[in-house]
């Protein structure tokens, strides 16, 4: 498939238009149709739909867009490594991978005091769930990930390093408004009677655990897409949540978290190649650890 077709596809579904696309891509709004087009004649489904406003992805075009975006990414760092070669540019970036609520959390501290540190070194972030991102230290694509030992766990592999950051204990997140906010640590079975949404599964195995612990049943009855997703199901007030103690810090501002009493905690790890390891990837261990938020009270 041409990439700058599926280049056309992701800048469409950003800016919500045809026309819009096509100005930005210096093209004409019919070439965009028609590369849009083909691509669903390939794919054989329809990736987009119009609407008042518009267009928009289809289901089937949202998970197309979430590919294609890592593809083009990919894309371009491998043309950049390339040309970085030919120009004779020494140094190699530095590609971290993440889990989300780590992406969102402890990386982005840790990095910028490794750039205070060391200097302009180039660097990607590449968010993913814990076992995805050791499958992509393995195959090269990634110098260090940031991973938790949540359910189902981390792989025994001889291949990576695994170092250990240290505890993250889990907090409820509830909305700003809700009886529980600012009383302190709480047990769940207090919460035993709220709807709780969860994003993936690790998670919500860790709160099954704990409030099974304490004699109670969670009501997971809402699942969410993402982090900002189950966020928004709180903050809005269809429900509360479990979320990682390393995650507060970049909270939006209409949700509040309280902690648990015996809370479950997950193990945070950075992997890394055993072969020829990034020459940054250790500082930027140390700085992970530095960056770790205090456990809540």
Same mark, same amino acid.
């Given at each position: 498939?041409?990439?700058?077709?599926?280049?056309?596809?992701?800048?469409?579904?950003?800016?919500? !238009?045809?026309?819009?696309?096509?100005?930005?891509?210096?093209?004409?709004? !019919?070439?965009?149709?028609?590369?849009?087009?083909?691509?669903?004649?390939?794919?054989?489904?329809?990736?987009?739909?119009?609407?008042?406003?518009?267009?928009?992805?289809?289901?089937?075009?949202?998970?197309?867009?979430?590919?294609?975006?890592?593809?083009?990414?990919?894309?371009?760092?491998?043309?950049?490594?390339?040309?970085?070669?030919?120009?004779?540019?020494?140094?190699?970036?530095?590609a971290i991978g993440a889990t989300p609520s780590l992406a969102a959390g402890i990386v982005p501290e840790a990095v910028r005091n490794l750039l205070n540190q060391a200097g302009p070194?180039?660097?990607?972030?590449?968010?993913?769930?814990?076992?995805?991102?050791?499958?992509?230290?393995?195959?090269?694509? %990634?110098?260090?990930?940031?991973?938790?030992?949540?359910?189902?766990?981390?792989?025994?592999?001889?291949?990576?390093?695994?170092?250990?950051?240290?505890?993250?204990?889990?907090?409820?997140?509830?909305?700003?408004?809700?009886?529980?906010?600012?009383?302190?640590?709480?047990?769940?079975?207090?919460?035993?009677?709220?709807?709780?949404?969860?994003?993936?599964?690790?998670?919500?195995?860790?709160?099954?655990?704990?409030?099974?612990?304490?004699?109670?049943?969670?009501?997971?009855?809402?699942?969410?897409?993402?982090?900002?997703?189950?966020?928004?199901?709180?903050?809005?007030?269809?429900?509360?949540?479990?979320?990682?103690?390393? %995650?507060?810090?970049? %909270?939006?501002?209409?949700?509040?978290?309280?902690?648990?009493?015996?809370?479950?905690?997950?193990?945070?790890?950075?992997?890394?190649?055993?072969?020829?390891?990034?020459?940054?990837?250790?500082?930027?261990?140390?700085?992970?650890?530095?960056?770790?938020?205090?456990?809540?009270?």
């Amino acid at each position: 498939m041409d990439l700058n077709v599926w280049r056309a596809f992701v800048t469409v579904c950003r800016v919500g !238009s045809l026309s819009a696309a096509a100005a930005e891509l210096n093209h004409t709004q !019919s070439a965009v149709s028609r590369q849009i087009a083909g691509l669903e004649r390939q794919l054989g489904v329809t990736l987009m739909e119009r609407h008042a406003r518009g267009v928009r992805p289809t289901p089937a075009g949202e998970v197309f867009r979430r590919h294609a975006l890592a593809t083009l990414t990919e894309a371009d760092r491998a043309v950049r490594a390339v040309r970085d070669v030919r120009d004779g540019v020494a140094d190699r970036p530095l590609a971290i991978g993440a889990t989300p609520s780590l992406a969102a959390g402890i990386v982005p501290e840790a990095v910028r005091n490794l750039l205070n540190q060391a200097g302009p070194v180039r660097w990607s972030l590449l968010p993913a769930l814990s076992a995805q991102l050791h499958n992509r230290v393995i195959a090269g694509d %990634l110098d260090i990930a940031v991973v938790t030992d949540a359910p189902p766990g981390l792989a025994a592999d001889p291949r990576v390093e695994r170092r250990f950051l240290g505890l993250d204990e889990m907090v409820a997140v509830l909305p700003a408004g809700h009886p529980r906010a600012g009383r302190g640590p709480v047990p769940v079975r207090a919460l035993a009677d709220q709807i709780w949404v969860e994003d993936n599964e690790g998670s919500a195995a860790l709160l099954r655990q704990h409030a099974a612990r304490a004699g109670v049943t969670a009501r997971i009855d809402l699942t969410a897409a993402d982090l900002p997703g189950k966020l928004a199901l709180v903050a809005t007030g269809h429900a509360i949540a479990l979320i990682p103690g390393a %995650l507060t810090r970049a %909270l939006r501002s209409d949700v509040v978290t309280v902690g648990l009493v015996d809370p479950p905690t997950r193990g945070l790890y950075t992997i890394t190649p055993r072969r020829e390891p990034h020459p940054w990837a250790a500082a930027l261990h140390d700085q992970l650890v530095a960056a770790q938020v205090p456990r809540p009270r």
